[in-house]
């Protein structure tokens, strides 16, 4: 076993000693191998500490620097906002001494970038280049910023003090080395001269100047640049409602909030900034005008009230929007262009007129490019077209002319078949303004109208009337041929005659001074009294016979028309005794019918009682022989007390004597009865009588007797002219409103011509058995004071049919009032007249 463990041993003693060895040999190289990180970090803690040591060397330097150095990594934009934000150099005494010297107050040092609020406050103080040159910090720093372009200057501050400025580029940055020259214990003479240079206007008499601007009617005032006031006049003190100057700064009162900003524009811009501000003044808003402007350690500024100014330039902008608005409303086309012949308005009208886009119009064309697009589009006048530079060059002379030159209207007639008005003058402010009417209507219209004039004037002409148009002034406007002829007057005398003249010359025919008056009155009165139609008649001397018309006219004018109705007064005279000899022969012949009537009744009365007894066996029975005559003489009274009864009834129809006995009337009972009356007749006369009834709704309002008259005067005329073996009918209907009663026969009907004529008096039929002639006449009497009419429907050969067409309720006005009962009482029974 102790062999067998040696082995083992001696492995692990050699892994162990290998193991040790590899770790020395490790050891070694990696001690060799940092000894160079180690001496280069000794070589940095040696350099830090030596920085360390030239900062704090430095600090202590910057430290007993009697001023500041500002440096600027980044340089700032030369016209960016602010400063940016420097790294400042320099001992606590000298910062608070730069915070003295900009008057910025003790809050500064707390801010968390004084520097830039320091710079601000001393950059727009009064300085002077080394040559002499009048400028400030900001300027200089500036040119620093946007050129490299390093300066030295003196700065001059309040009470005396001066601060020495000098910038530089070091590389990328810019450096800023500021001195107070006090502090330093420095008395700087040449600045005190150039400050006395300066300020030497002043000098001579600094109280007047004071006293100047104290008193001045606007507010005054001075404000550093971080926008502290720090002196304001009395009209500032005023304007402020502050109790004095002194409280105005103390409470820092502005006369307008936006008033810092603009000092720091002014500043910023190193010129004068003016604007307009709306400011409380005395309690009131007014407009000021306020300007303000960079001065030695601030900047200045003054307030102006424009307030009457603003109202005044208000009003006149609204003027000029209302007078643009009216143009715009005008149906006329108006543009004006200005002194540089563009153009400056136009309003609505224009554009349409020339189909013009309002982008084209609104950039403002000049007058001369305006009208090479019109003749582009054709819309320019004929004339332009032969020569269009002459025309132009004349259009544009007008531009040249002296305002007030008048310039007559012309009319451009322009291709597409208008025609434009164009009225130029000159602008009381410049340039030239145009107006546009398109007349091709009215043109049209006065075309139409003086054609309308030529036509009124030849048919007047041709009138017989006499016509005269007065104007309202009495002057004769229009007269005719007949005018001239009917009062023997020359038409030369009548151009432009007043009508006092024309009376005078018509006196000789009327010499009736109070008619020429009247007619004058109705001429020049322009009362609504005078201004109505009027018509009346003279007589002239000549013993012509006139009428007269008098008719206002719409435009004021008047219309006088006479007309000789000499001749037709004499026809009406003639006409006149006819009738009235007519209507007495008429009264004699109806007075002389009457009486013969009547006295031939009482003799024929006699003839027909004695023949009636005759044929009755009064006188003892009669003989075959004797019969015949005795028929006869009683066919023949009855024929003529027939005859008779037509004349009474003619005569009270002309004399309006004859009334209707209306009542209800039945047709079949009415055409029977009547029938009945001429039986006998046709039966010896070997004529078939026949009777027919259509509809019959009921009774018919009329005079029953009249009625049955009409149908025996037409049946015994049917009769009379039908030969034996003919037929006659008879018959009656009732449809709706209208009744119609007929007499039809198939004798030998009525010839055309003679048809038109058979209902006249006394026209008698061509057999030999036709009476008077007045039965068919009294026939159509009767029916027409019904309200009804005669139809007759005649073929010769044929026969003849006469239809009475009646209204089921007759007219009333030729019947006897009657009693005003229900339609049930009267049904079947005669009303009962009135008393």
Known sequence: MMAAAEPVQLATLIVTGGAVAFAVATAVWAWRLTEGVRSARSHWRRRVAWLEDRLARADGVFGAHPGLVLVWETPPEPHGEGWSNPRVYGSATALAAMVQFADLGPGVMQDANPAAALLDGIADYEARSAGGEETNLRQRMAT?????????????????????????????????????????????????????????????????????????????????????????????????????????????????????????????????????????????????????FPVSGGAAGVAFDITRGEEARVALKRFREAHDETLNHMAEAVAIFDRAKRLIFYNNAFARLFSLEEAVLNERPAHGALMDRLREDKLLPIAATADYATWKAAELSHYERPP?????????????????????????????????????????????????????????????????????????????????????????????????????????????????????????????????????????????????????????????????????????DALRERAEALEDSEKIKTTFVSHVSYQLRTPLTTIGGYADLLAGGFAGELTDRQKEPVAAIQTA???????????????????????????????????????????????????????????????????????????????????????????????????????????????????????????????????????AGLGLALVKEIVRLHGGWVELDSTPGRGTRVTCHLPVSAATEHAAPELALPSSARAGRKPARQT
């Open 637 to 771: 009274s009855g024929q003529l007390a027939k005859l008779i009864d037509d004349i009474l009834d003619i005569a009270a129809i002309d004399a309006g004597q004859l009334e209707l006995d209306l009542g209800d009337v039945h047709f079949d009972s009415l055409i029977g009865e009547a029938a009945g009356l001429v039986e006998m007749r046709a039966e010896h006369a070997g004529i078939k009588l026949a009777t027919k009834s259509g509809t019959l709704s009921g009774p018919v309002r009329a005079d029953g007797a009249r009625l049955k008259q009409v149908l025996y005067n037409l049946l015994t005329n049917a009769l009379d002219h039908v030969d034996q073996g003919g037929k006659v009918e008879v018959g009656a209907e009732v449809k709706g409103e209208e009744a119609r009663l007929w007499v039809s026969d198939n004798g030998a009907g009525i010839d055309k011509d003679k048809q038109a004529s058979v209902f006249e008096r006394f026209e008698r039929g061509t057999t030999t058995r036709a009476g």
């Open 144 to 292: 620093l910023m946007s050129e490299g372009k390093p300066f030295s200057l003196t700065l001059s501050g309040p009470s005396g003090r001066f601060i020495e400025a000098d910038g530089r580029a070091a590389g990328s940055q810019l450096v800023l080395w500021l001195s107070d020259s006090t502090i330093r214990g420095l008395e700087e003479s040449g600045a005190r001269g150039r400050l006395e240079e300066a300020r030497s206007l002043v000098a001579e008499d600094p109280l007047a100047f004071l006293d100047m601007l104290g008193r001045a009617p606007f507010p005054a005032w001075r404000m550093t640049a971080s926008g502290r006031i720090h002196w304001v006049n009395n009209a500032y003190v005023e304007a402020v409602e502050g109790k004095s100057a002194g409280d105005v700064i103390e409470r820092q009162l502005l006369l307008e909030a936006g008033i810092p900003l603009q000092a720091g524009e002014a500043l910023k811009e190193a010129k004068p900034v003016s604007a307009i501000r709306g400011a409380v003044v005395k309690g009131e808003r007014r407009a000021m005008e306020v300007a303000l």
């Open 404 to 572: 007030g030159t008048e310039t007559p209207d012309e009319l451009w007639p322009l291709p597409d078949g208008r025609t434009l008005r164009v009225a130029r003058q000159r602008h009381p402010l410049g340039g030239v303004l145009l107006i546009f009417e398109d007349m091709t209507d009215q043109l049209a219209l006065q075309a139409q109208y003086n054609t309308l004039i030529k036509v009124q004037r030849a048919t007047l002409d041709r009138l017989h009337e006499a016509v005269a148009v007065f104007g309202p002034d009495g002057q004769l406007q229009l007269h005719n041929a007949a005018f001239e002829k009917l009062w023997k007057l020359e038409g030369a005398e009548l151009d432009g005659a007043g009508f006092a003249a024309i009376a005078e010359a018509c006196h000789a025919l009327h010499p009736d001074p109070e008619a020429w008056g009247t007619l004058k009155a109705r001429i020049t009165d322009p009362s609504p009294e005078a201004r109505t139609a009027k018509t009346g008649e003279i007589r002239r001397s000549d013993g012509s016979v006139l009428t007269w018309l008098t008719r206002p006219l719409p435009d004021g004018a008047t219309l006088i028309a006479w007309d000789d109705i000499t001749d037709t007064r004499r026809v009406e």
